[in-house]
């Protein structure tokens, strides 16, 4: 790699960490119905609004040891991790893609993809803005000259959110019918809430995802996500432990996969398949 290659990458890093400082923002506020825009970014301890210079991502938490400079109130890991791995994101994505379209399209996709994975493992919730916002931001891509065209875009859209909406209703009847328990879920519904196999999130997840990667990018999302769940979860109900399943978590795992090896995945079996019908 030249340097200026390099010094490309380390930018892109910067700018992914300042994405990262404000997706932290949304992934704490969001759930509780709170402004991403005001406040500004203050103490959770004596509530004082924090200088610019001690908002710098990462390395404002190293210097200040990850306390506030004026109540010495600790401040989570949690926000130079995402920082960083949103960096990551970023430079990862040029890395992979190169100065390409598919390198903005790789790092919103995965950007918003863990969004909503943090807030769906901690609150059983995905904000609409991740979901629908991300649909928008979709289908801005999809129109431009480089994108996957609005006619891919839209039928993506149909079928990631037709099929879970297909899965979902077979989950209720069956839940209703009690044909499958759902006791666990009483820990995360809310009083008077009916219970439900897949939440509208879910849904309006798949749909964002769809406006990025299209109707087979949607069906490869769906089918690795349920993979990853089956690996973690299996586990756990083989050892009699039931516990709610943030599903958006999972179909996140599926829709970076999706939009990084997604067309190799997707050439790889329909190789096997022509290799099969000869």
Not at 126 to 148: K, Y
Request: proline share 5%.
């Amino acid at each position: 790699m030249q340097i200026a290659e390099c010094v490309l990458v380390a930018y892109t890093g910067v700018f992914g960490a300042m994405v990262g400082s404000f997706l932290n923002v949304c992934v704490y506020r969001l759930p509780r119905g709170e402004s991403v825009i005001l406040p500004g970014s203050h103490c959770p301890g004596c509530g004082k609004p924090i200088a610019w210079y001690d908002n710098v991502p990462v390395i404002s938490y190293l210097v200040l040891r990850g306390r506030c400079r004026r109540c010495g109130t600790g401040i989570s890991a949690q926000y130079p991790l995402i920082e960083l791995a949103v960096g990551v994101i970023w430079a990862g994505s040029l890395v992979w893609f190169g100065l390409s379209f598919a390198a903005l399209q790789a790092a919103l996709l995965a950007t918003l993809a863990l969004g909503i994975a943090l807030t769906d493992a901690r609150h059983f919730l995905i904000p609409d803005e991740f979901s629908l916002g991300g649909l928008g931001i979709g289908l801005a891509l999809a129109v431009t000259p480089w994108g996957i065209g609005p006619l891919e875009a839209v039928l993506g859209i149909v079928v990631g959110y037709s099929l879970l909406w297909v899965v979902k209703a077979a989950g209720d009847w069956a839940l209703a019918r009690g044909l499958i328990r759902g006791e666990e879920l009483d820990q995360v519904l809310e009083p008077g809430e009916t219970p439900t196999t897949l939440g509208l999130g879910d849904l309006k997840m798949m749909a964002m995802v769809g406006s990025f990667v299209g109707w087979r990018g949607v069906l490869l999302t769906a089918f690795l996500g349920s993979l990853a769940g089956v690996a973690v979860f299996l586990p756990l109900l083989l050892m009699k432990r039931r516990s709610p399943v943030p599903f958006g978590v999972f179909l996140a795992i599926g829709a970076v996969a999706t939009i990084v090896a997604g067309d190799w995945l997707l050439g790889w079996y329909g190789s096997l398949i022509a290799v099969g019908a000869r």
